[in-house]
């Protein structure tokens, strides 16, 4: 679904797409910031942080940039994209921006930073940031090595009773549950 002209899309990955009513006129408005503290270096893999934020955050969508960033209203690079949820006319995405220069990769480093627009964007930021800091904390640096989740596949008709403990992600054909290390998923 395109905003702004085009400058935006947004991609669901499944089911019908949420509603987008107001989330133009609050990408014109104020921008608030969340820095999450967590940090990277060059080179870092953070798939899983995808992962982890695709299957335990609702309204997970992609953002992706169509303009360069310092011409558009997100710092997303063009033709780059972003982890993002949706709320009430109310958008979060996660960046990383640079933190420490150098003149090797080892020398430099960089910090995710929630951007947020809408009413509900601090609301949003804060959650989409406190997603990364529990992926850094129980996921990425898990006993000092990154964890994977325990994912199992049942029937799409299987019921919700009959499901093992952990975040769910239907799928046409399959109910996925992920057990990510640490996480309590909500009821």
């Known amino acids: 679904m395109d905003l702004l002209d085009g400058e935006l899309k947004l ?11 107001g989330l133009e006129e609050a990408l014109r408005g104020p921008r608030h910031e969340v820095a999450t503290g967590v940090t ?8 899983s942080l995808q992962l982890y934020a695709a299957t335990t955050l609702p309204g997970f969508v992609r953002l992706s940039a169509h303009r360069d960033k310092g011409t558009g209203v997100t710092q997303i690079a063009k033709d780059g994209d972003a982890p993002a949820i949706l709320g009430d006319a109310s958008l979060a995405y996660l960046i990383h921006v640079q ?22 964007g601090p609301q949003l930021a804060e959650q989409l940031a406190a997603t990364v800091r529990a992926w850094d904390r129980d996921v990425r640096t898990n006993g000092g090595k990154q964890s994977d989740p325990v994912l199992t596949v049942h029937p799409a008709s299987t019921p919700d009773g009959q499901l093992p403990a952990g975040d769910v992600l239907d799928k046409p054909h399959s109910r ?10 909500s009821p």
């Not at 990277?40 to 798939?47: D, H, L, T």
């Open 99 to 120: 933190t420490r220069h150098g003149d090797s990769p080892a020398e430099k480093e960089w910090e995710w930073v929630v951007h947020a627009f809408g009413q509900h």
């Open 40 to 47: 990277m270096g060059a080179g870092f893999y953070f798939g």
């Open 176 to 185: 996925l549950v992920f057990q990510w290390p640490g996480r309590v998923p």
């Open 11 to 21: 991609r669901f990955e499944d089911g019908t797409p949420a509603s987008t009513k």
